[in-house]
């Protein structure tokens, strides 16, 4: 049932208005910020049902936050899980790689050496423990701030960068925009500038597998704002209906560009809670909690491959970087919004609980830190030797009429020609 205790800034009752009603964002630049109404209830108070659950007995879980690690980076409660310290240090630096390499790619743009680029600063425990938490077999239909799924599942720093730099060993041949990957190799596929496009073709290839009988699933990643889109709501019906092995994740940052989740219903209601209509399972997680975003993950992975079908998960954490190169959030939200958010970042937290149980140490730590230092740089300083785009390198103009058509169409065949190919 509906938890009457959430009295967050975010959620609740919008009150009377008289006529049409525009969401603003609680804060703007200038504004002291205040966080200090977002629901966070205690580690203690997350149940955890088994995966078999009937979703309409675990609506609660839609209006809570599923919580492993407290305040003091101590873990508890239900969705505690038994999780392999090698699994959790795996955890660790995968998210402490991913924003190393993030930082290293926006300085590369800084000076002008790729056009465009894309952060998920406090967001990599999503990525992370959910690449974790699933197989490396299971298909993602990511969004661009998936990088720490490429990351956890191996695939070497060169290639994403010479992806981004548009150079001869892009392996999308300079056709993308930078950051929007594609690895058939590693079950990660392309990524769309379309938003929320990647949620249904995630169900349609659930259903398909479902259909073969086989035993891998497929998840799939949308922001806050791209839940207003149509694809987001005919994926919810079409997973409802169909039963698939599939795992829609809902990654709240709270922003969407310069829009606050407010303009997308972000107000009247949690986004997890979307899941309860259409009768599917539906989780809200904190997701700076590495442990918590594991766990909950897992869950619905058990229960997709056990044959109960989706699930929604909303992952409640905040952007802390601006949306991309392209975007100034000096001008729409208040300088230290970052500072206030109440969820912390999950690399520090994950890290604390990990030197508390003698699995970590700060000198470890330190070590690790000068040694994704020297690697970032030297597979940087080979991947600009293949290309930038200020110079060196680029895909071989006659790439541009391959690969899409088996044969290539009589236009295309004449506009090569016209190039004089
Ligand atoms: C269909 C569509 N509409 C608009 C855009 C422009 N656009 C790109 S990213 C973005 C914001 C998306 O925000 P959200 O879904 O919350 O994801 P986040 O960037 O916060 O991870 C917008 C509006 C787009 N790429 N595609
Ligand atoms: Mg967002």
Known sequence: MHNKTINDTHIGDIGQHQGLYVPEPPYRPGEVNDFSHVYIPPVSASKMPPFTAKPNDITDLAYGLIRVLDEDANAGGEWHINIEDDILIKGLKDMLL??????????????????????????????????LAIDDEDMVFPSYRNQGILISRGQRLIDLMCQCLSNVKDNCKGRQLPIMYSFKNLNFFSISGNLATQFSQAVGWAMAEARKRGNRLATSFV????????????????????????????????????????????ERTTFAARGIGF??????????????????????????????????????TYRVAPHSTSDDPSAY????????WPLGDPIERLKA???????????????????????????????????TLKGGGRPDVTTMFEDVFEEMTPNLVRQRQELGL
């Open 98 to 131: 991913t924003r190393m390499f993030d930082e290293r790619m926006q300085l590369m743009h800084r000076v002008g050496k790729i056009s465009f680029y894309m952060k998920c600063t406090g967001e990599e425990a999503i990525s992370v423990a959910h690449s």
């Open 353 to 387: 609980h990990l030197i508390k149980t003698g699995a970590w140490s700060e000198v470890l730590h330190k070590a690790l830190i000068e040694d994704y230092t020297a690697m970032i740089k030297s597979q940087y300083k080979e991947a600009e030797s293949y290309g």
């Open 333 to 340: 939200r208040p300088a230290d919004e970052e500072k206030t």
């Open 279 to 316: 009768g599917l399972p539906s989780l809200r997680v904190d997701g700076n909690d590495f442990l918590a975003v594991y766990a909950a993950s897992k869950w619905a992975a058990d229960r997709a491959r056990s044959g109960y079908g989706a699930t929604l998960i909303e992952f409640f």
């Open 223 to 266: 922001g806050d704002g791209s839940t207003a889109e149509l694809d987001f709501h005919s994926a919810l019906n079409f997973a409802a209906t169909y039963n698939p092995p599939v795992i829609l994740n809902i990654v709240n940052n709270q922003w969407a560009i310069s829009s606050s989740q407010r303009i997308a219903g972000g």
